[in-house]
């Protein structure tokens, strides 16, 4: 008969399928190291929050990541990204705060709004003699 054949076979069919969705879980990919050191940002951001913001900063003042990063004192080759040891980080955190509070109180600005891809703003029109 058709169904004593196929019982067996169906069973292990649901077995398996059973164990690969309780092993899926396990599967994920490993967790990267969570930041250590947000001031400004909330503690819990992940880390491609972190990275969508950083590259926002990179566009926005036209540097790299280590205009406000330090390189690791242990292996030269690495960033230590959770450093202070930048004073460019700490004011940036202050630009942070500022541009946060002037979207809260007044318009939308964003790091670009003022950098335009330069790591200092013109304060004022250039003239002939800074052209
Ligand atoms: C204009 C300055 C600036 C630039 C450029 C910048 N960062 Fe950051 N970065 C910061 C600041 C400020 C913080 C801390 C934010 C806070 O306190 O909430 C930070 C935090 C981080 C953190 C979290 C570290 C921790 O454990 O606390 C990572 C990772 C990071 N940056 C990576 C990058 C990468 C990668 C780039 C280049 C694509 C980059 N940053 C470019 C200013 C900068
Ligand atoms: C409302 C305009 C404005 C906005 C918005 C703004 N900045 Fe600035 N930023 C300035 C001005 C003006 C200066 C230069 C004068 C000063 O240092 O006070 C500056 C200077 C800086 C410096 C120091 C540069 C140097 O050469 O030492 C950093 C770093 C910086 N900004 C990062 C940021 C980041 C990151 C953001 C977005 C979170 C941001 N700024 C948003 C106006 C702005």
């Known amino acids: ?3 004593s054949k196929q019982g067996p076979i169906l069973l ?13 879980p396990t599967q994920e990919q490993p967790k990267r190291e969570k930041a250590k050191n947000l001031k400004v940002m909330p503690k819990n951001s ?7 913001v950083m590259k926002e900063f990179k566009t926005a003042l036209g ?4 205009f406000c990063h330090v390189a690791s ?10 450093s202070d040891g930048n004073k460019h980080k700490e004011i940036a955190r202050d630009m942070m705060r500022m541009t946060n ?4 109180k007044y318009v939308k600005v964003t790091c670009y709004t003022c950098h335009q891809g330069k790591e ?9 003699a800074t052209r």
């Not at 004192?73 to 959770?82: C, L, Q, S, T």
């Not at 200092?120 to 002939?128: I, K, R, S």
């Open 12 to 24: 292990v069919a649901l077995i398996a399928a059973v164990t690969l969705c309780s092993l899926s």
């Open 63 to 66: 540097v790299r990541c280590n």
């Open 1 to 3: 008969m058709m169904k």
């Open 120 to 128: 200092e703003p013109l304060l004022e029109p250039a003239t002939a």
């Open 101 to 104: 509070k002037i979207n809260k």
């Open 46 to 52: 992940t880390h491609e929050e972190i990275d969508s």
């Open 73 to 82: 004192k242990d292996d030269p080759k690495k960033m230590d990204w959770a």
